[in-house]
Protein backbone atom coordinates (compact mmCIF):
# COMPACT_ATOMS: atom_id res chain seq x y z
CA UNK A 1 0.00 0.00 0.00
CA UNK A 2 1.66 3.72 -0.38
CA UNK A 3 2.59 5.84 1.85
CA UNK A 4 -0.22 7.96 3.60
CA UNK A 5 0.28 11.22 3.14
CA UNK A 6 -0.43 13.47 6.73
CA UNK A 7 -1.84 16.40 5.59
CA UNK A 8 -2.31 19.88 7.50
CA UNK A 9 -4.64 22.91 6.82
CA UNK A 10 -3.63 26.74 7.23
CA UNK A 11 -6.78 28.56 7.58
CA UNK A 12 -10.43 27.15 8.17
CA UNK A 13 -11.98 29.51 5.65
CA UNK A 14 -14.40 28.18 2.75
CA UNK A 15 -10.97 26.96 0.90
CA UNK A 16 -9.84 24.96 4.11
CA UNK A 17 -13.67 23.34 4.74
CA UNK A 18 -12.62 22.49 0.97
CA UNK A 19 -9.64 20.80 1.49
CA UNK A 20 -10.70 19.28 4.74
CA UNK A 21 -13.38 17.67 2.66
CA UNK A 22 -11.18 16.34 -0.47
CA UNK A 23 -8.96 14.97 2.10
CA UNK A 24 -11.81 13.23 3.54
CA UNK A 25 -12.28 11.63 -0.08
CA UNK A 26 -8.74 9.94 -0.20
CA UNK A 27 -8.00 7.47 1.27
CA UNK A 28 -3.97 7.77 0.70
CA UNK A 29 -4.28 11.12 2.79
CA UNK A 30 -4.75 11.50 6.46
CA UNK A 31 -5.74 15.15 7.96
CA UNK A 32 -3.45 15.80 11.07
CA UNK A 33 -4.13 18.94 12.10
CA UNK A 34 -6.30 22.70 11.29
CA UNK A 35 -4.14 25.66 11.73
CA UNK A 36 -6.15 28.72 12.98
CA UNK A 37 -5.40 32.37 14.16
CA UNK A 38 -8.59 32.11 15.71
CA UNK A 39 -9.34 30.43 18.87
CA UNK A 40 -9.02 26.52 18.84
CA UNK A 41 -11.90 25.83 20.59
CA UNK A 42 -13.96 27.92 17.79
CA UNK A 43 -13.61 25.13 15.16
CA UNK A 44 -15.57 22.61 14.70
CA UNK A 45 -13.56 19.90 12.25
CA UNK A 46 -15.51 17.40 10.09
CA UNK A 47 -13.48 14.37 11.93
CA UNK A 48 -13.74 13.87 15.59
CA UNK A 49 -9.67 12.96 15.53
CA UNK A 50 -8.12 16.02 14.29
CA UNK A 51 -7.70 18.65 16.60
CA UNK A 52 -7.27 22.57 15.40
CA UNK A 53 -4.09 24.46 16.91
CA UNK A 54 -3.47 27.64 16.94
CA UNK A 55 -1.41 28.76 13.54
CA UNK A 56 1.67 29.82 16.14
CA UNK A 57 2.37 26.39 17.15
CA UNK A 58 2.31 25.13 13.49
CA UNK A 59 6.52 24.54 13.79
CA UNK A 60 5.75 22.54 16.28
CA UNK A 61 4.01 19.67 13.60
CA UNK A 62 7.80 19.87 11.48
CA UNK A 63 7.90 16.25 11.52
CA UNK A 64 4.23 15.35 11.76
CA UNK A 65 3.04 16.71 8.76
CA UNK A 66 3.91 15.65 4.83
CA UNK A 67 2.27 18.65 3.01
CA UNK A 68 0.63 21.67 4.63
CA UNK A 69 -1.96 23.39 2.11
CA UNK A 70 -2.13 27.07 2.94
CA UNK A 71 -5.62 28.29 2.69
CA UNK A 72 -5.62 31.96 3.13
CA UNK A 73 -6.56 35.05 1.09
CA UNK A 74 -4.31 36.35 -1.72
CA UNK A 75 -4.12 39.41 -0.72
CA UNK A 76 -2.63 39.61 2.40
CA UNK A 77 -2.27 36.24 3.88
CA UNK A 78 -0.05 34.12 1.43
CA UNK A 79 2.53 37.06 0.51
CA UNK A 80 3.22 36.49 4.35
CA UNK A 81 2.70 32.95 5.08
CA UNK A 82 3.85 31.15 1.54
CA UNK A 83 7.52 31.79 2.23
CA UNK A 84 7.03 31.65 5.83
CA UNK A 85 5.86 28.18 5.96
CA UNK A 86 7.71 26.85 2.72
CA UNK A 87 10.88 26.81 4.88
CA UNK A 88 9.15 24.54 7.17
CA UNK A 89 7.04 22.45 5.42
CA UNK A 90 6.37 20.54 1.85
CA UNK A 91 3.10 23.19 0.79
CA UNK A 92 0.60 23.71 -0.84
CA UNK A 93 -1.33 27.43 -1.87
CA UNK A 94 -3.68 28.75 -4.06
CA UNK A 95 -2.44 31.63 -5.05
CA UNK A 96 -4.18 33.93 -7.62
CA UNK A 97 -3.49 37.57 -7.73
CA UNK A 98 -1.99 36.39 -11.52
CA UNK A 99 -0.18 40.16 -11.91
CA UNK A 100 2.11 38.80 -8.43
CA UNK A 101 3.01 35.09 -9.35
CA UNK A 102 6.74 36.48 -10.61
CA UNK A 103 7.22 37.89 -7.63
CA UNK A 104 5.43 35.58 -5.00
CA UNK A 105 6.99 32.20 -7.12
CA UNK A 106 10.64 33.87 -6.29
CA UNK A 107 9.87 34.30 -2.71
CA UNK A 108 8.64 30.97 -2.17
CA UNK A 109 11.22 29.55 -4.28
CA UNK A 110 14.38 30.83 -2.11
CA UNK A 111 12.22 29.87 0.80
CA UNK A 112 11.65 26.21 0.00
CA UNK A 113 15.40 25.84 -1.69
CA UNK A 114 17.10 26.78 1.89
CA UNK A 115 14.82 24.70 3.97
CA UNK A 116 15.09 21.50 1.47
CA UNK A 117 10.73 21.41 0.93
CA UNK A 118 8.61 21.48 -1.97
CA UNK A 119 5.98 24.19 -2.96
CA UNK A 120 3.32 23.64 -5.18
CA UNK A 121 2.06 27.76 -5.96
CA UNK A 122 -1.02 29.04 -7.40
CA UNK A 123 -2.86 25.76 -7.84
CA UNK A 124 -6.71 26.06 -8.74
CA UNK A 125 -8.63 26.35 -11.40
CA UNK A 126 -7.48 29.44 -12.63
CA UNK A 127 -4.61 29.74 -11.94
CA UNK A 128 -4.11 26.01 -12.46
CA UNK A 129 -6.55 23.86 -14.86
CA UNK A 130 -7.08 26.93 -16.91
CA UNK A 131 -3.36 27.37 -16.76
CA UNK A 132 -2.64 24.25 -18.45
CA UNK A 133 -5.35 24.62 -20.86
CA UNK A 134 -4.05 28.06 -22.45
CA UNK A 135 -0.21 26.08 -22.24
CA UNK A 136 -1.51 23.00 -24.04
CA UNK A 137 -3.64 24.51 -26.94
CA UNK A 138 -0.82 27.57 -27.68
CA UNK A 139 1.47 24.61 -28.19
CA UNK A 140 -0.73 22.64 -30.63
CA UNK A 141 -2.02 26.10 -32.25
CA UNK A 142 0.56 28.70 -32.46
CA UNK A 143 -1.68 30.45 -35.03
CA UNK A 144 -4.28 31.59 -32.64
CA UNK A 145 -5.96 33.86 -29.85
CA UNK A 146 -6.81 32.28 -26.47
CA UNK A 147 -9.68 33.99 -24.00
CA UNK A 148 -11.12 32.94 -20.96
CA UNK A 149 -13.79 34.13 -19.50
CA UNK A 150 -14.86 33.70 -15.60
CA UNK A 151 -18.32 32.83 -14.12
CA UNK A 152 -20.78 33.72 -13.55
CA UNK A 153 -19.79 32.85 -10.25
CA UNK A 154 -18.55 34.29 -6.51
CA UNK A 155 -14.70 35.14 -6.72
CA UNK A 156 -13.11 34.03 -3.44
CA UNK A 157 -9.80 36.00 -4.01
CA UNK A 158 -11.96 39.16 -4.96
CA UNK A 159 -14.15 38.68 -2.29
CA UNK A 160 -11.35 38.46 -0.03
CA UNK A 161 -10.03 41.54 -0.91
CA UNK A 162 -13.18 43.19 -0.52
CA UNK A 163 -13.95 42.22 3.19
CA UNK A 164 -10.07 43.39 3.75
CA UNK A 165 -11.19 47.32 2.98
CA UNK A 166 -11.88 49.30 6.21
CA UNK A 167 -15.35 49.64 7.05
CA UNK A 168 -16.39 46.19 5.15
CA UNK A 169 -18.33 43.82 7.25
CA UNK A 170 -18.80 40.89 4.80
CA UNK A 171 -19.14 41.01 1.06
CA UNK A 172 -19.47 38.37 -1.87
CA UNK A 173 -18.06 39.60 -5.73
CA UNK A 174 -19.67 37.85 -8.64
CA UNK A 175 -17.56 37.64 -11.72
CA UNK A 176 -19.68 38.29 -15.24
CA UNK A 177 -18.97 37.38 -18.57
CA UNK A 178 -20.13 40.26 -20.75
CA UNK A 179 -22.25 37.92 -23.10
CA UNK A 180 -20.94 39.87 -26.36
CA UNK A 181 -17.85 38.92 -25.69
CA UNK A 182 -18.12 35.61 -25.47
CA UNK A 183 -20.33 35.50 -28.83
CA UNK A 184 -17.79 36.78 -30.57
CA UNK A 185 -15.03 34.32 -29.99
CA UNK A 186 -17.56 31.69 -30.16
CA UNK A 187 -18.34 32.81 -33.39
CA UNK A 188 -14.69 33.21 -34.70
CA UNK A 189 -14.84 36.60 -34.82
CA UNK A 190 -11.19 37.04 -32.79
CA UNK A 191 -11.64 40.45 -31.16
CA UNK A 192 -9.35 42.48 -29.68
CA UNK A 193 -11.25 42.45 -26.08
CA UNK A 194 -9.65 44.26 -22.84
CA UNK A 195 -10.30 43.19 -19.38
CA UNK A 196 -13.21 45.53 -19.10
CA UNK A 197 -15.00 44.32 -22.05
CA UNK A 198 -14.66 40.44 -21.67
CA UNK A 199 -16.05 40.63 -17.85
CA UNK A 200 -18.07 42.70 -15.28
CA UNK A 201 -17.59 42.81 -11.37
CA UNK A 202 -20.60 42.99 -9.37
CA UNK A 203 -19.95 43.28 -5.12
CA UNK A 204 -22.65 42.76 -2.52
CA UNK A 205 -21.58 44.40 0.66
CA UNK A 206 -22.46 44.43 4.30
CA UNK A 207 -21.18 47.56 5.63
CA UNK A 208 -20.26 48.15 9.28
CA UNK A 209 -22.45 50.57 11.05
CA UNK A 210 -21.22 54.21 10.81
CA UNK A 211 -18.93 53.17 7.77
CA UNK A 212 -18.93 55.89 5.10
CA UNK A 213 -20.21 53.90 1.84
CA UNK A 214 -19.22 55.95 -0.63
CA UNK A 215 -15.62 55.78 0.79
CA UNK A 216 -15.86 51.96 0.61
CA UNK A 217 -17.38 52.03 -3.31
CA UNK A 218 -14.60 54.27 -4.27
CA UNK A 219 -12.03 51.64 -2.24
CA UNK A 220 -12.78 48.82 -4.10
CA UNK A 221 -13.41 50.31 -7.79
CA UNK A 222 -9.93 51.50 -7.67
CA UNK A 223 -8.27 48.95 -6.29
CA UNK A 224 -5.39 48.02 -8.42
CA UNK A 225 -5.05 44.19 -10.04
CA UNK A 226 -8.31 43.26 -8.84
CA UNK A 227 -11.05 46.13 -9.84
CA UNK A 228 -9.79 49.14 -11.41
CA UNK A 229 -9.92 47.26 -14.68
CA UNK A 230 -13.36 46.79 -14.66
CA UNK A 231 -17.36 48.11 -14.78
CA UNK A 232 -17.44 47.35 -11.11
CA UNK A 233 -21.03 47.16 -9.75
CA UNK A 234 -21.02 47.77 -5.51
CA UNK A 235 -24.55 47.30 -4.18
CA UNK A 236 -24.49 47.73 0.16
CA UNK A 237 -26.93 45.37 1.56
CA UNK A 238 -28.05 43.82 4.74
CA UNK A 239 -26.33 41.09 7.02
CA UNK A 240 -29.79 38.90 6.45
CA UNK A 241 -29.80 39.61 2.26
CA UNK A 242 -26.41 38.85 2.16
CA UNK A 243 -26.99 35.10 4.39
CA UNK A 244 -30.40 34.34 2.33
CA UNK A 245 -29.69 35.22 -1.59
CA UNK A 246 -25.34 35.04 -1.61
CA UNK A 247 -24.21 32.65 0.77
CA UNK A 248 -23.84 29.71 -2.09
CA UNK A 249 -20.19 29.94 -3.86
CA UNK A 250 -20.86 28.75 -7.00
CA UNK A 251 -18.38 29.21 -10.27
CA UNK A 252 -17.25 28.14 -13.67
CA UNK A 253 -15.83 29.56 -16.80
CA UNK A 254 -14.37 28.47 -19.63
CA UNK A 255 -11.40 28.73 -21.59
CA UNK A 256 -11.45 29.45 -25.53
CA UNK A 257 -8.65 28.31 -28.38
CA UNK A 258 -9.74 29.76 -31.84
CA UNK A 259 -6.58 29.09 -34.19
CA UNK A 260 -6.10 27.76 -37.64
CA UNK A 261 -3.72 25.58 -39.79
CA UNK A 262 -2.82 24.68 -43.65
CA UNK A 263 -0.26 26.56 -45.65
CA UNK A 264 -2.66 29.70 -45.98
CA UNK A 265 -4.31 28.87 -42.55
CA UNK A 266 -7.64 27.79 -44.44
CA UNK A 267 -8.65 25.28 -41.71
CA UNK A 268 -10.11 27.08 -38.17
CA UNK A 269 -10.67 25.10 -35.22
CA UNK A 270 -11.83 26.16 -31.95
CA UNK A 271 -11.01 24.23 -28.70
CA UNK A 272 -12.64 24.49 -25.39
CA UNK A 273 -12.23 23.73 -21.75
CA UNK A 274 -15.22 24.87 -19.27
CA UNK A 275 -15.80 24.34 -15.82
CA UNK A 276 -19.38 24.56 -14.18
CA UNK A 277 -18.91 24.31 -9.96
CA UNK A 278 -21.92 24.47 -7.54
CA UNK A 279 -18.98 24.92 -4.84
CA UNK A 280 -16.03 26.54 -5.64
CA UNK A 281 -14.08 26.27 -2.41
CA UNK A 282 -15.04 22.58 -2.40
CA UNK A 283 -13.78 21.74 -6.45
CA UNK A 284 -10.44 24.02 -5.51
CA UNK A 285 -9.91 21.99 -2.09
CA UNK A 286 -9.96 19.09 -4.40
CA UNK A 287 -7.12 20.26 -6.55
CA UNK A 288 -5.16 21.45 -3.83
CA UNK A 289 -5.42 17.83 -2.37
CA UNK A 290 -4.18 16.13 -5.91
CA UNK A 291 -1.43 18.45 -5.77
CA UNK A 292 -0.61 17.68 -2.24
CA UNK A 293 -0.31 14.48 -3.39
CA UNK A 294 2.53 15.43 -6.26
CA UNK A 295 4.21 17.77 -3.83
CA UNK A 296 4.48 14.65 -1.53
CA UNK A 297 5.95 12.51 -4.40
CA UNK A 298 8.43 15.32 -5.66
CA UNK A 299 10.07 15.71 -2.39
CA UNK A 300 10.45 12.50 -1.78
CA UNK A 301 12.58 11.76 -4.80
CA UNK A 302 14.62 15.05 -3.91
CA UNK A 303 13.04 17.82 -5.73
CA UNK A 304 12.89 21.68 -4.25
CA UNK A 305 11.95 24.99 -4.47
CA UNK A 306 8.52 26.17 -6.18
CA UNK A 307 6.71 24.53 -8.86
CA UNK A 308 3.94 25.48 -10.38
CA UNK A 309 1.21 23.48 -12.67
CA UNK A 310 3.31 24.05 -15.62
CA UNK A 311 6.36 21.88 -13.76
CA UNK A 312 4.35 19.08 -12.23
CA UNK A 313 4.12 15.36 -14.10
CA UNK A 314 -0.18 15.18 -14.77
CA UNK A 315 0.55 11.56 -13.15
CA UNK A 316 1.88 12.47 -10.39
CA UNK A 317 -2.05 14.02 -9.31
CA UNK A 318 -3.32 10.57 -9.31
CA UNK A 319 -2.96 8.01 -6.18
CA UNK A 320 -2.64 5.25 -9.53
CA UNK A 321 0.58 3.44 -10.81
CA UNK A 322 1.75 4.58 -14.11
CA UNK A 323 0.85 1.03 -14.58
CA UNK A 324 -2.69 1.16 -13.73
CA UNK A 325 -2.52 5.01 -15.66
CA UNK A 326 -1.88 3.84 -18.71
CA UNK A 327 -4.00 0.48 -18.75
CA UNK A 328 -7.05 2.56 -17.65
CA UNK A 329 -7.18 5.92 -18.67
CA UNK A 330 -4.67 6.40 -21.54
Not at 105 to 112: G, L, R, S
Not at 195 to 218: F, M, P, Q, S
Not at 298 to 318: C, H, K, M, Q, W
Request: glycine share 8%.
Amino acid sequence: MSKIIRVGIIGYGNIGRGVELAVMQNPDMKLEAIFTRRDPGSIKPALDNVNAVHISKAEQYKDLIDVMILCGGSATDLPEQGPKFASLFNCVDSFDTHARIPEYFNAVDKAARAGGKTAAISIGWDPGLFSLNRMYTEAILPQSKVYTFWGKGVSQGHSDAIRRVQGVKNAVQYTVPIDKAVNQVRTGENPELTTGEKHLRECYVVAEEGADKALIEKTIKEMPNYFSDYHTIVHFVSEEELRKDHSRMPHGGFVIRSGSTGQNLENHHLAEFSLKLDSNPEFTGSILAAYARAVSKLNREGRTGALTVFDIPVGYLSPKSPENLRKQLL
